[in-house]
């Protein structure tokens, strides 16, 4: 089968979207209660070439999901707990579309399941982190995807009708895990018996009822009459043990500013630079173009267009943008412009006012972004030089980064002050990584006193050598060296597999304790997707390809 | 023992040899309370004491294969019955075509097999359920033993359907066989699997048109799962066809004779228009354009019961070998279909268009169409007691595209010629194409039980013939004091 190409002749996949333009889900609010009902618009697909049957989902529909995540955080603060639920009779969520999966190539089955995953988390993330507790009605059919969207849910309730069940059918139907998370959440998350996660796992239609709830796979099991009285009832108690803090109204996530110019991607703080005989894009972050509010009474006011609000909104579009669209540009360089202090400033801000639920909005974003780049299969690296303002919040860059590059002195022919990087508070709890360690301590797991002294240099500007004896960049080089250094490295990285890089990287970057939400990403990479690759799934006679063909797929039955 | 013998030794009457396998005759046997519990609270309503003149399994070969006798429903001996093994037997079609058939559950296949059967199974007390207050408003004794016979048969179906679940499915059968009778037609909590069977059948006219149209997808169902590589499935369903067949019976005269009454009375009343509904309906006989009404509803709520016309569950049953094709046998091709075409009608564009589709996934919708053939046989008598009575009146099958739930057309309005119109024009028109709520009183208001034998209500003809050869005024029902 030919790879899909994109509907209506849409030139990318694009990560914008807002509730009135969502062709698949509806958000309602009423009180502090909300309701997030999938309806999937089968003719809507975001490729060409299947129809979205069942409620089932490809990128498009999970893209609207993420959208209304955030808009529930920003544009709700009212809202405490969530109905998670289908508008559809009698069918909840049949899981990630089939034929989609069969037509997409690999890279876009890879991120289409990596940003799911990142979505799923989002939902966990929001009733952490935002007192947003979610309740997860099935009333229906909720089969691979469409259950693994239910166990990111805080409550599962399953309707009782002798024939709804919940299922991951993968193994047993298309030769390849749930690749969102599902048997992770099944273990750790559910805690199900392993036994129990066997047989169900390899029960193609799942189960329903009674033990459903024995084995922890679903909370409780509700007749159909009973159902929406049950869900008002979960989510009113839910919504009145939840912390959240009604302050006021939301703030309004306006459309970003993006402009794309051939290789070019400019944004009000973010540009996107693209070499593609490089293979590499530059995205240049700028620092406040203000000083930082001094108290949050203006806040709101500033709404999208505070700047720490506004500046992860477009890193996160563009990181997605660049990963969903530009399979081949696999160095990614990040650098920055702005002031030091004044980026330190707004750290201040949002240290002091953490309590502040915008404030704390803003940061659960930022802890996002930086997971997400954590988590993106390209290389990544920091240039830092005259004039940039990797501090605090943007330091997390440079420490998300598989290396680090920072110039020492001024350039010949610049009159800028020489390049600094510091650290604020922010740097030491406020965006930990999927194995819940900051970025600092992930990177001194060896020598643990080193965050201690970075820490008490905190707030400091510091220089390049200084920067370099803390252990905080990769290399400092000077002047002489500096252009050679970067051209080879990069000439260097271009040279290698990509597969080989992304397989690397990925296990450096997360070096000690797992947690579950590492777990997921982990399997996700090495199991699913290497399952994804064999034939025995996706070759002529494998069960991918052969699925909905009727015939029977031919395995290979070696085991590796 | 000889397999074509009915044993009625045991509790539950079989000829699977029940008394050498103690451990399905033992859940068999704690499945019965349920099973009577459930007939006492679903089954014919009013009715329970009544001795019925029923048909009964005393053999499995086709010749004489039961008695009649007067029985009270609740001692009714559902059994377990199965049509004569062939020797030597293979799968007639699918990727195992031509190995031999399988007497055990293939454990690749057990859980959709198991499917199959509890999908078959659960619509058979649904339409027990659905029929369950009919006995009140009987037009005659003769229709109500007809309808009891219906019922109880298929009740027999559904310990046919809880048999294999019991013999073949461990413990998941088990269950699944308890749930058969926990799920109820039109049940907000529980409803039955399928759509149609969560309709009502509030009247007659309904229940001849649900055995016409209705229980002839279960003919069609059952044609191709007797095809299946799984023997005794096989087994069971071939002789389900045979008490099948009366069903049909059951719906045919029926609506014959109700056509028959409706020329009838306007001929005498020199009526020629039969669209003059209201001097029609003052005879106290249906008017055509409502029995029209009526067919339009039940063919395409039938038709719904096919399924997507293009299937991934039919293609995977077929080519598993658990499912085949009506007649399989008697198709001339290869019984694989790995690379045949067959053409499938499909929204395209707006239109409604002939695609050829594979054929392993076209297999509902070449059920469909054999299905929509076979009904047309009932049209032509119907037709021709219309024309015999000089009325210049056609019934016909609508459009497979109108008034569709399930498949292509769900999603789209068309006429009952097929003919594409929008939301607005199919709101206008809808009560001339489908029985309004004023046609349901009308029809109710003429639902008179006549109790007395050789009686008929004044809307159907007496038939011409009687069950088991009975003189017309046969004491069919003995109401009970």
């Known amino acids: ?560 | 023992m000889d397999s074509n013998v009915v044993d009625y030794s045991t509790k539950i009457p079989n000829n699977v040899g029940l008394t050498q396998d103690r451990q399905v005759l033992r859940a068999l046997e704690g499945w019965h309370p349920g099973y009577l519990n459930w007939w006492r609270d679903m089954g014919p309503e009013g009715f329970q004491e009544a001795m019925v003149y029923l048909r009964t399994a005393y053999a499995v070969d086709p010749r004489g294969w039961a008695k009649f006798d007067y029985v009270r429903m609740p001692d009714y001996r559902w059994g377990i019955l199965l049509a004569p093994a062939e020797e030597n037997r293979t799968i007639p079609f699918g990727q195992h075509f031509g190995e031999p058939a399988w007497q055990e559950v293939p454990g690749e296949y057990r859980a959709m097999l198991r499917r199959l059967v509890v999908i078959q199974g659960d619509t058979e007390p649904a339409s027990v359920e659905q029929q369950r207050h009919l006995g009140k408003t009987a037009p005659s004794l003769y229709d109500m033993r007809n309808l009891f016979q219906v019922n109880v048969e298929e009740g027999r179906h559904l310990w046919a359907m809880v048999y294999l679940l019991h013999k073949y499915f461990g413990r998941d059968g088990r269950e699944e066989a308890d749930e058969l009778l926990r799920r109820r037609s039109g049940s907000e909590d529980a409803p039955r699997m399928l759509g149609a069977f969560n309709e009502a059948t509030p009247d007659w006219l309904s229940f001849f048109m649900f055995t016409y149209f209705t229980d002839r997808d279960g003919k069609m169902q059952l044609h191709s799962l007797a095809q299946s590589g799984f023997d005794p499935l096989s087994r069971t369903c071939r002789f389900m066809l045979t008490e099948e067949a009366h069903h049909m019976f059951v719906g045919e005269t029926g609506i014959t004779r109700t056509v028959q009454r409706t020329c009838e009375a306007m001929r005498e009343a020199g009526i020629s228009d039969p669209t003059d509904v209201e001097k029609v309906r003052a005879l106290g006989v249906i008017d055509l354009p409502t029995i029209q009404k009526k067919l339009n509803l039940h063919y395409s709520l039938s038709l719904d019961l096919f399924g997507s016309e293009v299937s991934t569950n039919a293609a995977n049953a077929f080519n598993a070998g658990l499912k085949g094709r009506y007649r399989e046998t008697q198709i001339e091709d290869d019984h694989r279909l790995e690379n045949a075409t067959y053409p499938v009608l499909k929204m395209v564009n707006g239109a409604i268009t002939k695609v050829d589709e594979p054929a392993l996934t076209a297999l509902n919708m070449r059920l469909r169409d054999d299905y929509s053939a076979d009904c047309v046989k009932g049209l032509l008598r119907w037709n021709k007691v219309i024309t015999t009575a000089g009325i210049d009146y056609q019934l016909k099958l609508p459009h497979v595209a109108f008034h569709r739930q399930i498949g292509e057309f769900k999603d789209v309005e068309a006429t009952p010629q097929g003919e594409l119109i929008d939301a607005a024009t199919w709101k206008k028109s809808e009560a001339d194409w489908l029985p309004s709520a004023s046609d349901g009183d009308f029809i109710a208001s003429l639902m008179r039980s006549k109790i007395e034998p050789g009686e008929f209500a004044s809307w159907i003809s007496a038939p011409k013939v009687g069950i088991d050869n009975k003189p017309g005024d046969f004491e069919y029902v003995r109401l009970a004091a």
């Open chain 1, 1 to 560: 089968m030919a790879e899909h190409k994109l509907a209506n002749g849409a030139a990318r996949i694009d990560f914008q979207t807002e509730p009135a333009r969502y062709r698949h889900w509806k958000l309602t609010v009423d009180g502090e209660v909300a309701t997030l009902a999938l309806d999937v618009d089968e003719n809507a697909g975001l490729f060409e070439g299947y129809q979205l049957k069942l409620n089932s989902y490809d990128l498009g529909v999970d893209i609207e999901l993420a959208d209304a995540l955030q808009r529930l955080r920003f544009e709700h603060p009212g809202v405490k707990a969530v109905l998670l639920r289908s508008a559809k009779n009698r069918v909840f969520c049949a899981g990630a579309n089939i034929r989609m999966l069969a037509g997409a190539s690999h890279a876009h089955k890879v991120n289409f399941c990596k940003f799911t995953n990142e979505t799923r988390n989002a939902i966990e993330d929001a009733s952490r982190n935002s007192g947003l507790s979610f309740v997860c009605v099935i009333n229906g059919t909720a089969a691979g995807g469409g259950y693994e969207l239910a166990l990111a849910a805080d409550h599962i309730i399953l309707v009782d009708d002798g024939s709804s069940a919940v299922s991951l059918p993968e193994l047993p139907l298309l030769a390849v895990l749930p690749g969102t998370g599902g048997l992770t959440r099944v273990t750790d998350k559910r805690r199900v018996r392993r036994d129990h996660a066997d047989v169900f796992c390899t029960t193609e239609e799942g189960v329903k009822g009674k033990r459903a709830v024995a084995w922890r796979l679903v909370d409780e099991v509700v007749p159909q009459s009973k159902l929406d009285t049950a869900a008002t009832e979960r989510a009113r108690e839910r919504a009145g043990r939840s912390q959240r803090q009604a302050n006021g109204g939301g703030v309004k996530l306006t459309p970003l500013q993006r402009k794309f110019n051939g290789d070019a991607i400019d944004y009000t703080c973010v540009n996107v630079a693209i070499d593609r005989a490089g293979q590499s894009a530059t995205i240049t972050l700028h620092g406040p173009d203000r000083d930082a509010p001094t108290n949050t009474a203006s806040l709101t006011e500033l709404g999208a267009e505070f700047w720490p609000l506004r500046l992860a909104r477009e890193l996160d579009d563009a990181i997605l943008h660049l990963r969903n669209n530009e399979f081949e540009i696999g160095t990614l360089i990040f650098k920055s412009t702005g002031d030091v202090e004044r980026v330190l400033a707004y750290d201040t801000f949002l240290a002091d006012n953490a309590s502040h639920w915008l404030i704390n909005e803003i940061r659960q974003l930022w802890k996002n972004v930086l997971k997400r780049i954590d988590v993106t299969s390209r290389s990544l690296v920091t240039v830092i030089e005259p004039g940039s303002c990797f501090a605090g919040t943007l330091a997390e860059v440079v420490l998300a980064c598989d290396r680090s590059y920072m110039l020492i002195g001024q350039r010949e022919g610049d009159n800028k002050p020489p390049a600094t990087i510091a650290l604020s508070a922010l740097n030491f709890g406020a965006y930990p990584m999927s194995n819940d360690l900051t970025r600092l301590q992930s990177r001194f797991l060896g020598e643990p006193h080193r965050v201690q002294v970075a820490q008490e240099r905190s707030g400091e500007k510091l220089e390049a050598e200084d920067a370099d004896e803390l252990g905080l960049v990769t290399f400092a080089l000077d002047d002489i060296d500096w252009d050679d250094e970067i051209r080879v490295f990069m000439e260097e990285r271009t040279s290698f597999s990509p597969d080989a890089l992304t397989g690397m990287e990925a296990n450096l970057r997360f070096g000690g304790p797992e947690t579950m939400e590492s777990k997921i990403f982990a399997r996700l990479t090495a199991w699913q997707n290497w399952i994804f690759q064999r034939p025995n799934a996706v070759g002529e006679d494998g069960a991918l390809k052969r699925y909905g063909t009727g015939q029977k797929a031919a395995f290979d039955m070696r085991r590796v």
